[in-house]
């Protein structure tokens, strides 16, 4: 026999409250918090908040990443000349089939990349991945020059 309080639960069905997350597309949050957090994690988002107001510097920064990418190809290719060997895997195969085919890959990765940073400069992940590409390609900038210096290219 079932009691009148777990028939009444039967009856009504499923729980209006428990729903599933809704996706938006575009995504509605950029990631900044209008409160603000404190010790370095405050003032970390607040330089990022800071940098995301200025469009101008974004570009800058892009920019930069694009000619660093430039500029590791040109220095990859006179390391290889001068008879260094490629690291990358996916590079050393692409040079295999050519360097017009290698340099049309690597730059056009990089320049889509950057255009869809571009696009979604406003969101707190992406600032963070373009100021992240930017160091990792000036760490590689460096490497790049110490090589050329080295083999004297």
């Given at each position: ?38 010790g370095?994690?405050?003032?970390y ?19 930069t ?20 060997v ?68």
């Open positions: 026999m079932v009691s009148d309080s777990r028939r009444r639960l039967i009856h009504r069905g499923k729980d209006r409250r428990v729903q599933r997350a809704p996706l938006y597309y575009p995504e509605r949050r950029s990631g900044f918090d209008r409160r603000s957090a404190p370095w994690r405050g003032r988002l607040g330089d990022l908040r800071d940098f995301a107001g200025r469009p101008r510097t974004v570009v800058l920064v892009l920019a990443i694009i000619v660093f990418n430039f500029m590791d190809f040109y220095l990859t290719v006179r390391i290889l000349n001068a008879g260094g490629e690291v990358n895997p996916i590079m050393e195969r692409l040079f295999a089939v050519g360097s017009q085919t290698a340099a049309v890959v690597k730059l056009g990765i990089v320049g889509v990349a950057a255009l869809v940073l571009l696009a979604l400069r406003r969101y707190r992940r992406t600032l963070e991945l373009s100021l992240l590409l930017l160091v990792s390609f000036s760490v590689l900038m460096l490497y790049h020059v110490v090589l050329v210096i080295q083999l004297g290219a």
